[in-house]
C-alpha cells in the first residue's frame, strides 16, 4: 500500500510503532501533491516547510514515547478557515493577498494534537457554490474523472483525499458543502449539529448554518477528527456547552434495535436511475445489519426548503460581507471618491456569484420585502426543524440520498444557477434544521461514486457515525481509489 492510501488510524499505529517517521509520511504527500495536484487541482497554498518543519516535531514527540492518534498525521484545511502567517483566501480575488495574524480554534487544536498542515483547498468563492467552479483562481477536477466537477462549495478539501493528497481534511458546511462533495468524490463528510464545532475563525457566509467538519476516507478516521476538533470555545458564543464522547468508542457492533427511517421527499423527481439503485441496494445493507427501517417517512415541508435556504442564506451573507469595503484589508480598487472606491472594490473584488447572493440577500432584508420574505422564511424554517423533531421522537436516525446525482460535467450548469441550487436539494435541510448529518460512499452509477446520507438527532453523532461505521464494515466502496489515469 502507498503511504498516501493510509487512514488516519492505519498511519498513526504505524507512526506509533516507528514503522515510519512522521517526515516520510509528509513527505510521501508532498510528493503526491507534486505528481497529481497539475491536473487535480485541490490545493490554493502548498506549505512545504510548514509541513516538513511540524513532522519533525511530530517526530521528536513520539520518539519520547508521546501517542495521539493525529500526531504525525498529513492533513489540508479549505482555504476558508483562518491560518496565522499563511494566507487564506476564501478562493476570492477580494482576499487573495490577505494573511491571519490568528488560527482558528479547530486549528489550534489540531496542532495541539499534532497535525501536520500540508496547506490550504480551493472551493467555490466565500463558500458560495456547489461545483469548485465559483473560485476566483482556477476550478477544481474530480479525481475520479477530471472532466467533472468534485462538489462544492469546499471541492477542493474532498478532492484532496480522494486523489490521496492528504490523509484528511476540513471543510465547511452551510447546505451540504461538505455532504455532497463527500458524495461525489468517493469520500466520508460529516457536517456536526450546529454548535458541535468552534466557528472562531471560519470566515462567515451564512453565521445561523456554517460549520466545521471534516473530510476522511473511513467513519472511524471522521470520527477521531471530529472528538480532536469538537467542543465548547468561549470564542464562539453559539458553540454549545455539551460533553464531548469518546466517538471512537461508540463504533463498532450490528445495528440492532435501531429504528431508521427512509424520507420519501428525497427521493427526488430527477433522481439518476443509478443513484436510485445503489441508495436502495445501501439501505437494504442497513436492515440486512439489523436495523428496523420505514420506508415510508414524511418531512412534509422539505419541499420549501430550497426556497428558504437561498433566502435566509443570501440574507446572512449580505451583513457578513458587508466588511469587505476596501478600507480595511483585502483588495481595494482605487476611485475618484469613497463612496466610487467602495463600488468598483466590491465589483471587481467579488465574483458573479457571490454578487448574486448578496443582491437576493439585500433586497430580501430591504424595506417593504423583509415581512413577505426573510421573516416568512424564518417562520418556514421553525416547520422544517420541526419535522426533524417529530421524526427523530420516532426514529434514531434517517436515511436519505447526500446528492440526486453522480459528479456532472464541468461547466455543465455553471450558466444555470437553478440547477446548480437543486444540487444541494437533500442537504440543505439538515442546516436548517441545525441537526447532524454524514455522507458515506455507498456504490458507483456510471463509475462514479454515491453517497448515502445519514441524517441524526442534535448532538448525536455517535449513533449516525456508528450505522456508517457498521456499514463500511460490510461493504467495500470505501476502499475504491480513482485511477487518476491522467496523472
Known amino acids: 500500500m502507498d503511504l498516501y492510501d493510509l487512514t488516519i488510524a492505519e498511519a ?16 510521501a504527500h508532498l510528493d503526491r501533491i507534486a505528481t497529481v495536484d497539475g491536473h487535480v487541482r485541490a490545493f490554493v497554498t502548498v506549505t512545504p516547510e510548514v509541513a516538513l518543519e511540524a513532522a519533525a516535531a511530530a517526530d521528536r514527540r513520539l520518539a519520547v514515547g508521546e501517542r495521539g492518534p493525529l500526531l504525525g498525521v498529513p492533513m489540508a484545511l479549505k482555504d476558508v478557515i483562518s491560518t496565522r502567517g ?118 462567515a457566509f451564512a453565521s445561523s448554518l456554517d460549520q466545521i467538519g471534516p473530510f476522511t476516507r473511513t467513519v472511524e478516521d471522521a470520527a477521531i477528527v471530529l472528538e480532536a476538533i469538537a467542543g465548547r470555545d468561549p470564542n464562539d458564543s453559539t458553540s454549545a456547552d455539551v460533553p464531548v464522547p469518546n466517538f471512537r468508542a461508540a463504533l463498532g457492533g450490528d445495528l440492532r434495535g435501531l ?34 427501517v420505514d420506508w415510508d417517512v414524511s418531512l412534509p415541508h422539505t419541499e420549501y426548503a430550497l426556497a428558504v435556504y437561498y433566502l435566509v442564506a443570501p440574507s446572512e451573507a449580505s451583513a457578513n460581507l458587508a466588511r469587505y469595503d476596501g478600507v ?33 440577500g439585500t433586497y430580501a432584508l430591504s424595506a417593504g420585502y423583509y415581512d413577505a420574505y426573510y421573516l416568512k422564511a424564518q417562520k418556514v424554517r421553525t416547520l422544517i426543524k420541526r419535522d426533524f423533531d417529530e421524526a427523530f421522537a420516532r426514529y434514531d436516525a434517517l436515511v436519505a440520498p447526500t446528492s440526486p446525482t453522480v459528479a456532472f460535467r464541468l461547466g455543465e450548469k455553471l450558466d444555470d444557477p437553478l440547477q446548480m441550487y437543486l444540487s444541494d436539494v437533500c442537504t440543505l435541510p439538515i442546516n436548517i434544521a441545525g441537526v447532524c448529518g454524514l455522507s458515506v460512499p455507498a456504490g458507483l452509477s456510471d463509475g462514479l461514486p454515491v453517497g448515502l446520507q445519514i441524517i441524526g438527532k442534535p448532538f448525536d453523532e455517535a449513533t449516525i457515525l456508528r450505522i456508517g461505521h457498521a ?5 467495500h466502496w470505501h476502499t475504491l481509489r480513482p485511477a487518476l489515469a491522467r496523472a
Open 471 to 475: 456499514y463500511q464494515q460490510a461493504t
Open 328 to 360: 480595511k484589508y483585502g483588495f481595494s480598487a482605487e476611485a475618484p471618491t469613497m463612496w466610487e472606491e467602495m463600488e468598483r472594490t466590491r465589483g471587481l473584488g467579488f465574483g458573479p456569484e457571490v454578487k448574486r447572493r448578496i443582491m437576493l
Open 86 to 203: 499563511i494566507r487564506t483566501t476564501c478562493s476570492s480575488k477580494m482576499l487573495e493577498h490577505f494573511i491571519p495574524i490568528y488560527d482558528a480554534t479547530v486549528v489550534t487544536k489540531l496542532y495541539a494534537a499534532g497535525a501536520v498542515l500540508l496547506g490550504k483547498t480551493n472551493m467555490d468563492e466565500f463558500a458560495m457554490g456547489s461545483s469548485c467552479e465559483n473560485s476566483a483562481f482556477f476550478p477544481t477536477h474530480n479525481p475520479w474523472d477530471l472532466d467533472r466537477v468534485p462538489g462544492g462549495s469546499s471541492g477542493g478539501s474532498a478532492a484532496a483525499v480522494a486523489a490521496g493528497e492528504a490523509i484528511y481534511t476540513l471543510g465547511s458546511d452551510t447546505g451540504g458543502s461538505i455532504r455532497q462533495p463527500a458524495s461525489l468524490c468517493g469520500v466520508v463528510g460529516l457536517k456536526p449539529t450546529y454548535g458541535r464545532v468552534s466557528r472562531f475563525g471560519l470566515v
Open 259 to 292: 429504528r431508521l427511517g427512509v424520507p420519501k421527499e428525497y427521493f427526488v423527481r430527477g433522481m439518476q436511475p443509478g443513484v436510485d439503485a445503489a441508495l436502495r441496494a445501501a439501505i437494504r445493507e442497513l436492515e440486512a445489519l439489523g436495523a428496523t
Open 12 to 27: 498513526s499505529a504505524r507512526l506509533a510503532r516507528r514503522e515510519l517517521s512522521a517526515v516520510e509520511l509528509t513527505q
